[in-house]
């Protein structure tokens, strides 16, 4: 299996970003790490291994990004407009530095997100931000009312447009309607899990709004690792 360690300033964060990809060939699958967590979380704990079959096969490719959530949601140093201004800024270091690079890399023109928990929000987020880029997305034990836990109560504009709970509700742009609904969006969540009726929440509004999406409920607690093995290994294998 090929891995490969990118580095790059971004002109978007104005910081240099790392990235961890494995494969070369296949799919591309922009991985998205937990709370606090690194590029290379997926590696490190073992979901890279988890879906090695179908990269060594060249069917898949999984590119491991970094976040600036520590400095975005996390960041209570700062105003809540502020956070949202980084967070702005981290959406277009995706859609205009890492997908233009995914094409490069792979010759494929759209790709897959998915992520843990907090990584499960911004591959659903960012995938429904931008449905020309993202077909196919994979949430695991995802939360998704994310402006309202971490923003002290301050909502605006910007908010509301990472808030995927209430910009989808009222969503009538017909480009972006179109594109969500040929694509396929995945909430695997455990049925005892804190956020599970977050993810009834999105599995409704997704429903309501016509776009192709499956809620698969796992027993018990399913915010962990073990159970996150097997979900990649089931959507993605």
Known sequence: M?????KWHSPSLHRDMEILA??????PLLVFP????????????????AL???IDRGELQAICVDTVDQESWYNRSIRPEDRLHRQNAFD??????????????????????????????????FALRHPDLVTYAVSMSGAFDI??????????TDAYLHSPLDYLPGLEDPWFLERLRRNYYVLAIGNHDPLF????????VLGSRGIPHIMDVWEGFGHDWPWWYKMAEKFFL
């Open 34 to 49: 937990t709370s606090g967590g690194r590029f290379w979380e997926y590696e490190d704990r073992g979901m890279v291994n």
């Open 92 to 125: 277009a270091y995706l859609a205009t530095e890492v997908a233009p690079f995914v094409r490069d890399r792979t010759s494929w023109p759209q790709m897959g997100t998915t992520g843990c928990s907090f990584g499960g929000y911004h591959a659903i987020n």
């Open 147 to 156: 402006p309202r836990r971490f923003l002290d109560g301050h909502f605006n």
């Open 52 to 54: 090695r079959p179908k």
């Open 197 to 204: 009726d977050q993810n009834v929440k999105m599995a409704h």
């Open 22 to 27: 494995f494969g070369d060939r296949g799919f």
């Open 2 to 6: 090929q891995r490969q360690y990118i």
